[in-house]
């Protein structure tokens, strides 16, 4: 089948990016994505494209080119469904907050909406892509949903995880370490793959598209998210060791990263993961081992979030401690929110939970950001549920700047890695705080020696 109508629904961090790019590079196809948010699809359509409502670096250009040519976005979801042959669903599929599996299991919710909505349009046959991360064996329930719909349509599913990293989304898309695509292993099957091996190839080399079975596929992306967090807590395991002894967890990380077996990326010490995957399937992973019995294979990667938790209180109690064993109305700078550098998204950000635990000890917390507002910072404590929604709004400040925010504060915390915090005027800073005047550093990004020489009393992650 020769694609040339492709509906994404789903106008988020995933779809959004990931539709961008392959309208720039197959212009033959019309991509449409969809979303029920109306405020988030307006903003995908601003005039001016610097308002697009995800930031990820090139991303604006990317969408000013295509915008209106072959790519649109738009609320029309049954519209575009029933003229799409091929239609991505690229949902959240966020933790259950509710019932069986709750704090465990993916929310397959949304998913199931769009199986429905999408049986219930379609009048042609039709290619559906799983691009959500989702629990294994979803895809079943995807077609029995749009097998039982009577109106002779035939569907096709297909898995094909993103493995695109935040901040860095249009370089993964554009040069993918590989693209995995599964399907069924049927004739029928093998065609719908060839349909989307066909897509990627206008950019990507053949030889980097895997296909595979359904299920592999499915539990590859799983796979991949736990083996990355896995070396994350275990180097932050490691961190909390180093401080012990005397070592120093950058050095460590080095000696270790040499050694091709291990290499030496997703080694950098932390005040934690955070970010909307991780945890996320982790948690996934160790519902679906648990239900089939297999609790120590649940228990093992349990082991991986329980050592990130630690991590972020770990950060949080040495705040408290440093400072005399109180942060009571004292005024904390949070220098970043987002879950990591070149992102606006927040969601599990190890900010949220050490800002969470200050609060409770009813430090001031001064945040600034570079690209993430006062309403997405207070949404993200008020879905905790610690306190009332007033009461995080009396403890959190805003101001423009990074230099007004650490005016007067006893301590800087460093949550996320921008860029720009290592430029900083470190001496003017110094001087507008109070003494002695702290810096923690969450991701080890400052230079500790300069700032020690400034008078600050500096603590990093692992040394
Ligand atoms: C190890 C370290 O690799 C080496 O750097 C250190 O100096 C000494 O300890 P060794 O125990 O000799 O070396 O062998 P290694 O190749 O690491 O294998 C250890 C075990 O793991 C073996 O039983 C091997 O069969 C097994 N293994 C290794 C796997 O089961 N799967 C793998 O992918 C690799
Ligand atoms: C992750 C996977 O990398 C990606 O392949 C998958 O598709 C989605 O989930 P993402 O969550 O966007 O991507 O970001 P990632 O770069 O993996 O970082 C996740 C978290 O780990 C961040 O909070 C980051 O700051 C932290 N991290 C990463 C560390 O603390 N140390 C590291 O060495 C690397
Ligand atoms: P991700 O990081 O997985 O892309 P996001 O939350 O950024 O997650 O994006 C998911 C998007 O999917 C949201 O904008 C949400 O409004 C949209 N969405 C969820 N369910 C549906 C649905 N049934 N139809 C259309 N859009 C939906």
Known sequence: MKITKICCIGAGYVGGPTMAIIAQKCPQIQVTVVDLNHERIAAWNDADVNNIPIYEPGLSEIVKEARGRNLFFSTEVDQAIDEAQMVFISVNTPTKTYGKGKGMAADLKFIELCARQIAKVSKSDKIVVEKSTLPVRTAEAIKSILDNTGNGVKFQILSNPEFLAEGTAVQDLLQPDRILIGGDTAEEGQKAIQALVE??????????????????????????????????????????????????????????????????????????????????????LVYIAKSYGLNEVADYWEQVIIMNDHQKRRFSDTIVRKLYNTVSDKKIAFLGWAFKKDTNDTRESAAIYVADDLISENAKIAVYDPKVT???????????????????????????????????AHAIAILTEWDEFISYDWQKIYNSMQKPAFVFDGRNILDGPALEKIGFIYQAIGS
């Open 374 to 408: 006062r309403k997405k910072i207070l949404a993200d404590l008020d879905y905790l549920e610690s306190r009332s929604a007033e009461a995080n709004a009396a403890h959190i400040l805003s101001f423009q700047t990074a230099y007004e925010t650490c005016e007067g």
């Open 199 to 284: 897509v990627y190839a206008n950019w990507v080399p053949e030889d980097k598209i895997l296909t595979t079975n359904v299920w592999s596929s499915e539990l590859s992306k799983l796979t991949a998210n736990a083996f990355l967090a896995q070396r994350i807590s275990s180097i932050n395991a490691m961190s909390e060791l180093c401080e012990k002894t005397g070592a120093n967890v950058n050095e460590v990380a080095k000696a270790i990263g040499m050694d091709s077996r291990i290499g030496s990326k997703f080694l950098k010490a932390s005040v934690g993961f955070g970010g909307s995957c991780f945890q996320k399937d982790i948690l996934n």
